[in-house]
């Protein structure tokens, strides 16, 4: 199980931070990745980033100049920072569990909603 | 833009049977990287409906199938039902972006 949280509201130009707990699995794990996809209101899904348990980070190439995720296996959370926001960073966020082969997400938080606004 | 290509839109009657495409390239479908397929209903977060290409993972009706050929990768729904209308995302991996890429979704309606 996976579940989201941070602030619901971020101000332009500020820091996003999210964290995702994750419940009934370890994180420190060879055989998983831990990702974060987004969803904008009324669009469809983008991948941002994944995280392996040894730190290893992938990034979207349209975000890797202001995204960053961490993992820290000791309280199995995994975290995601997002910097410079703008309204088009306004989405539903997910955190998602995924397999290394084939590389599916699955099981998926239920997502928290972040709005950038002053 | 997407990097998997979806139709926007389908719909089907009650029954009916209706298919999902999802076009790529030979940097992701092609490549030859795994094809998912999520349902998300309305409100809700997605759910995995069909992993590499064609498994469907416990619980998942088998009226749910999925498929693949060259750069390109489908879904198919027989017997549809009114539970069925939901937006379907496709993903697979793109080695050119090392990342995993998304489909723009598909809304299903059930008429």
């Known amino acids: 199980q996976l579940q989201e949280s941070g602030p619901g509201l971020v101000r332009p130009s500020e820091t996003l931070s999210l964290t995702c707990i994750v419940s009934?699995?370890?994180?420190?794990?060879?055989?998983?990745?831990w990702g974060w996809i987004r969803q904008p209101p009324g669009k469809g899904l983008e991948w941002l980033g994944t995280?392996?348990?040894?730190?290893?980070?992938y990034y979207n190439p349209s975000l890797r100049s202001r995204l960053s995720i961490a993992v820290d296996t000791s309280k199995n959370y995994f975290s995601l920072r997002l910097t410079s926001v703008t309204a088009t960073d306004t989405a539903i966020y997910y955190c998602?569990?995924?397999?290394?082969?084939?590389?599916?997400?699955?099981?998926w938080g239920l997502g928290t909603l972040v709005t950038v606004s002053s | 833009q997407s990097v998997l290509t979806q139709p926007p839109s389908v719909s089907g009657a009650p029954g009916q049977r209706v298919t999902i495409s999802c076009t790529g390239t030979?940097?992701?479908?092609?490549?030859?990287?795994?094809v998912h397929w999520y349902q998300q209903l309305p409100g809700r977060a997605p759910k995995l409906l069909v992993s590499?290409?064609?498994h469907r993972p416990s619980g998942v009706p088998d009226r749910f199938s999925g498929s693949r050929s060259g750069t390109s990768a489908s879904l198919t729904i027989t017997g549809l039902q009114a539970e069925d209308e939901a937006d379907y995302y496709c993903?697979?991996?793109?080695?050119?972006?090392?990342?995993?890429?998304f489909g723009g979704g598909t809304k299903l309606t059930v008429l």
């Open positions: 590499g290409d064609t």
């Open positions: 009934g699995d370890s994180i420190n794990t060879p055989f998983f990745y």
């Open positions: 993903q697979s991996y793109d080695i050119s972006l090392s990342g995993s890429v």
């Open positions: 030979s940097s992701n479908i092609g490549a030859p990287y795994d």
């Open positions: 995280i392996y348990y040894s730190g290893e980070t």
């Open positions: 998602a569990r995924r397999a290394v082969r084939p590389d599916r997400f699955d099981p």
